[in-house]
Every structure is written in structure tokens, then in C-alpha cells.
């Protein structure tokens, strides 16, 4: 089991950015991929971004490719998510989860973290 924590959500204005941060813990996080979802009120929650823990690959939702970095610290264990040009539809409950293996498809991500709001104003 992997135990995940994010952290760095917040209120911005359109156009600003925010980088939001997620530290893995557990015997075995080194072995997973990380991804980044996201769920605004009344919305199912979508994905955002993942990353291969190992090779580095990474992969964006279109609604966010261009402006948000998925990035990770091995040696700390921690996922960052670099957002910019933020938007008031990026409006949502934000989430770190881990998959044993590299997918966008939220049913493989089996340990999530409790989220982190951010809110975009316009």
C-alpha cells in the first residue's frame, strides 16, 4: 500500500499558476507510476497527468497539455503537478494516486490521496 499527501492547493487568479505536490510513502512507491486527477463539483472525477515512476513518461489530458508539467523527485519521493495559465474551469478538488502500472485509466490507480482544492477566480 502506497499513502499519498498533497498539498500546495489554493486560490489564484485566471492566468496565475500554482505547483501542487504529492509525497508518497510506503514500501513499495517506488515502484508505481503517479497521476493527477482532478473532480469539480457536480463533474466525475477526469484525469489530469501521470508520470512513469521509472522511465519518466509522461502523459497530459488535452484540456491541460501545454500548461501543466507533471514532474517527480525520486530520491524524495514526491510528485509535483506545475500548473499555469490557469483558467476557472481548472476549478476542482485535485487528487495524487498511484498504479502499479503506466495508464490514464483511472480504475488502475488504487491508492489516492484525500485532495487538495484549488480554485481559479476569474
Known amino acids: 500500500q502506497v499513502q499519498l499527501v498533497e498539498s500546495g492547493g489554493g486560490l489564484v487568479q485566471a492566468g496565475g499558476s500554482l505547483r501542487l505536490s504529492c509525497a508518497a510513502s510506503?514500501?513499495?512507491?517506488?515502484?508505481?507510476?503517479m497521476g493527477w486527477f482532478r473532480q469539480a463539483p457536480g463533474k466525475e472525477r477526469e484525469f489530469v497527468a501521470t508520470?512513469?515512476?521509472?522511465?519518466?513518461?509522461?502523459y497530459y489530458a488535452a484540456s491541460v497539455k501545454g500548461r501543466f508539467t507533471i514532474s517527480r523527485d525520486n530520491a524524495k519521493n514526491t510528485v509535483y503537478l506545475q500548473m499555469n495559465s490557469l483558467k476557472p474551469e481548472d476549478t476542482a478538488v485535485y487528487y495524487c494516486?498511484?498504479?502499479?502500472?503506466?495508464?490514464?485509466?483511472?480504475?488502475?490507480?488504487?491508492?489516492w490521496g484525500q485532495g487538495t482544492q484549488v480554485t481559479v477566480s476569474s
Open positions: 508520470i512513469a515512476w521509472s522511465s519518466g513518461d509522461r
Open positions: 494516486a498511484a498504479s502499479p502500472v503506466t495508464t490514464t485509466n483511472t480504475a488502475y490507480f488504487g491508492s
Open positions: 510506503g514500501r513499495t512507491a517506488s515502484n508505481y507510476a
